[in-house]
């Protein structure tokens, strides 16, 4: 059987959850300014892209289906390079991977706006929050989710169930706190978009880069410990481990 410490990265929940919700708030801020500063564009929702998708090709809106369409094949790129990401640097994931979204988050601002069929100033910040997905993982080894709250409102309710029944998956006791993040994150990207317009974006970026600072000290300073490290190089970093025969 592999050792639990391999599961998940970081191992231990007591540094696993705090940059859980951290994450996810800083997921919420940055989508909710993308919506309100890019026409109400999704920036990690992809579902609510996905239905708006529907929409446009339904109304044969091309414009906007391919603004839509363009924004899903972006976040799902950010989500498969990061994951390739991880498995290249190993130990080394969480502060890496935690500053290039810090430095995406930021190059936003700096991309030429592009058309309104392909808004190339949002594409960073989509790419940014496709790779926060396969930033952290359980500890069954799945990524966890931090841009979206779908999953976590359906795992919360049929936990509940759960736990009346007696049987309930530790993972449960995250989905409530995880879905606050989202929501406070939101609620402060709003203010913050209202008062400071596309630069309110450096405020997540700044979160991100903290927290990437935060990471490779205990990386440093605690090297193979589980707070910091649970990542084997040969177990895909989405994946569990696989049993020994």
Not at 100 to 126: D, E, N, W
Not at 209 to 237: F, M, N, W
Request: proline share 5%.
């Amino acid at each position: 059987m592999a050792d639990p410490q391999n599961k998940a990265f970081p191992a231990s929940s007591r540094t696993r959850i705090p940059f859980a919700l951290a994450l996810s708030a800083v997921a919420g801020c940055a989508d909710s300014i993308g919506f309100l500063e890019f026409s109400q564009l999704f920036m990690s929702f992809m579902s609510g892209n996905t239905t708006r998708f529907g929409v446009s090709v339904s109304l044969f809106d091309w414009e906007s289906a391919s603004r839509v369409a363009s924004v899903i094949i972006l976040f799902c790129f950010g989500a498969f390079a990061g994951t390739l990401i991880a498995a290249w640097v190993g130990r080394w994931r969480l502060s890496v991977l935690l500053l290039l979204q810090a430095v995406l988050l930021t190059v936003g601002l700096m991309v030429p706006h592009g058309t309104f069929a392909f808004p190339l100033h949002a594409y960073p910040i989509v790419i940014a929050l496709g790779l926060q997905n396969a930033t952290l993982q359980d500890e069954g080894g799945r990524s966890l989710a931090l841009t979206y709250v779908t999953g976590a409102v359906v795992r919360f309710g049929t936990g509940l169930a759960n736990l009346l029944l007696g049987v309930v998956a530790p993972s449960f006791w995250i989905q409530a706190p995880l879905w606050a993040a989202l929501t406070a994150g939101a609620i402060l990207g709003g203010v913050l978009q209202q008062r400071y317009g596309e630069d309110a974006f450096l405020f997540p970026a700044a979160v991100a880069a903290l927290l990437a600072v935060i990471a490779l000290v205990l990386t440093i300073a605690k090297p193979g410990s589980r707070y910091v490290s649970g990542y084997v190089e040969h177990h895909p970093p989405d994946g569990a481990a696989a049993p020994k025969l």
